[in-house]
Every structure is written in structure tokens, then in C-alpha cells.
């Protein structure tokens, strides 16, 4: 059956509103044009400089930027800092959206059960979320790391199961008020099962913050990242990520200040530029905003 006559979901009028409005946010629009660069950067790049990430030229140890074909210098090593960069931006945008998607899944699951069950569903599962939100989550995401052997996919992981307590509460604030709504209340009268009702015409409906919380959380999730593997408790090398790049620079802060200064400039272009389109894309899909 046909779910569009009881969808409150945006019509395309409606769209194309909030498209304008979040292509007159200049800095969602920055944000957009810096992670698209960076991105392509790291997916093309390694490909196109003259070294890679794991030639070691030990002739070359702490040559600083712009020396010779070496654009952003090398390491202790010899390596070619522009090599590693690009291929950790790999890893750690990887990683960012990975987990991303881990978390709002999950986070949107709990939020649309707790949300439209409530009753004492909906207060054990929002009792559990408060319960995850007691830790401090850096914290846990250590202790976790600690416990469990670092990989990749691993701290995807345990980032994702420390990140979608934020994404359930706002997406149990929405479907509460949106299940009184006209729409639901038709899906009921024509005896649709509470799984359609919750996931075929409310979450429609609910994905606005959804996707504004999505963008942020992979700024957050590149930041905790880059926090486990400054500590040691992350990606291990060789496998080179901007975390663990700038945990090999510390000791050398004095001496060969680049080395903590080109990963720590790209991991706030890449934060900064989430937070800059979620941004946008809040103010875009606010239904309050004036008509554009």
C-alpha cells in the first residue's frame, strides 16, 4: 500500500526552499567546498606525489616543508609528510563516517521505539540512554580501546556505541511530536502495523535533525579518533591515521614543528568544515525558517 496520502513528509516546494536557503549559507557552503576538496585530496592524491607514505629516506630525516619534492617535509623517518597525511585522511574520514552511520542507525532505533512506544518502553530504553551519557565519553572510548586490540574497524566501533545516545534523544523528541499527528493517526485507523507506522511515516518525517545530527557526529567521531590514537590506544602504525600522526610528533615539538602542525591543521579543517555544514543544513531544514 501506498504510504504518500498519510506522509506529512516535506513536498518538493518545500525542498527546494530549504535548498536555496542552505546555498545561501556561505559557510555550510565553505564547509561543503573544503571537505569535498580534502576528500578528493586524499582519495587521488597519494597517487599523483612522487613518494609514498611508506618510503623511508633516511637522507631526508626532518627535512622541513618545501624542501625539494618533499612539498610539507618528512618525518624522523625520511617519510614524506604530504604521502602520510593524505593516506591517514583516509583512515580517519573512514573512520568519521563509519561510525557516523553505525550511530545514527542506532541511535535513530532507539529513538523512534522510545518516541512512539513510550510508556515504560519508551522510559527503559531513554533510562538506558541516560545511563550511557553518565560516562564521559572520552573516557569510555578509552577504556574500551584499552580492553580491545586496535584496528580500523575496531575503534569504528567503539566510537559508534559511544556516540548514539545524543542522536536517540533528538530523534525521541521529534517522533513524540510527531505520532499525534494527522498522518499517524490515519495509518492507525487503517490498522497499519506500529513497524510501518514508526518507520514508513514517521521517520520519513523525523529525518531533518537526523541528518544535521549525522553531520556533526562525524566531526565529533574524527576528533575522538584522532584523541585515541594521540593517546596510543588507536590506530596503530604503520597504518598511519591524523591521530597517530600527531602522537609521533610530540616529542619533536621544539625541533621539527611541522610534524604536529600540518595533521593538527587538517583535522581542524575537516571538523571545522562538518560543524559549518551542519550548520547549514539545521538553519535549511528548520520548518520555522521564513519562506525564502
Not at 577504556?143 to 580491545?148: Q, S, V
Request: proline content about 6%; overall charge positive; hydrophobic content about 55%.
Amino acid at each position: 500500500m501506498s504510504t504518500i496520502p498519510f506522509s506529512d513528509t516535506r513536498s518538493r516546494w518545500w525542498q527546494g526552499r530549504a535548498v536555496r536557503r542552505f546555498a545561501r549559507h556561505r559557510l555550510a557552503l565553505i564547509g561543503v567546498v573544503m571537505i569535498t576538496a580534502l576528500t578528493l585530496a586524499c582519495v587521488a592524491g597519494p597517487w599523483l606525489l612522487p613518494y609514498d607514505s611508506l618510503y623511508i629516506d633516511l637522507r631526508a630525516r626532518f627535512s622541513p616543508p618545501l624542501t625539494g619534492q618533499h612539498y610539507l617535509g618528512t618525518d624522523p623517518l625520511g617519510r614524506d609528510i604530504a604521502a602520510r597525511l593524505l593516506m591517514a585522511g583516509r583512515t580517519s574520514l573512514l573512520v568519521g563516517v563509519c561510525a557516523m552511520v553505525l550511530s545514527t542507525l542506532l541511535g535513530a532505533l532507539v529513538g523512534v521505539v522510545a518516541g512512539y512506544r513510550g510508556g515504560w518502553v519508551g522510559a527503559v530504553l531513554m533510562r538506558m540512554v541516560d545511563a550511557f551519557l553518565a560516562f564521559p565519553s572520552i573516557f569510555l572510548v578509552l577504556a574500551l580501546a584499552a580492553l580491545l586490540k586496535p584496528s580500523p574497524t575496531m575503534i569504528t566501533v567503539i566510537i559508534a556505541i559511544t556516540s548514539w545516545m545524543e542522536v536517540a534523544r533528538i530523534v525521541e523528541a521529534e517522533v513524540r511530536s510527531l505520532r499525534e499527528r494527522e498522518f499517524v493517526q490515519a495509518g492507525r485507523m487503517l490498522g497499519l502495523s506500529r513497524s510501518h507506522i514508526m518507520f514508513r511515516e514517521i521517520l520519513p518525517n523525523a529525518m531533518g535533525p537526523i541528518i544535521v545530527a549525522a553531520t556533526l557526529t562525524v566531526a565529533r567521531a574524527i576528533l575522538l579518533e584522532a584523541y585515541v590514537s594521540f593517546l596510543g590506544y588507536g590506530i596503530q602504525p604503520p597504518l598511519p591515521s591524523w591521530g597517530n600522526m600527531l602522537n609521533g610528533a610530540q616529542q619533536y615539538l621544539a625541533s621539527a614543528p611541522w610534524l604536529a602542525i600540518v595533521p593538527g591543521i587538517t583535522i581542524t579543517m575537516a571538523v571545522t568544515s562538518f560543524n559549518f555544514i551542519g550548520d547549514g543544513l539545521r538553519d535549511a531544514l528548520d520548518v520555522r525558517a521564513d519562506p525564502a
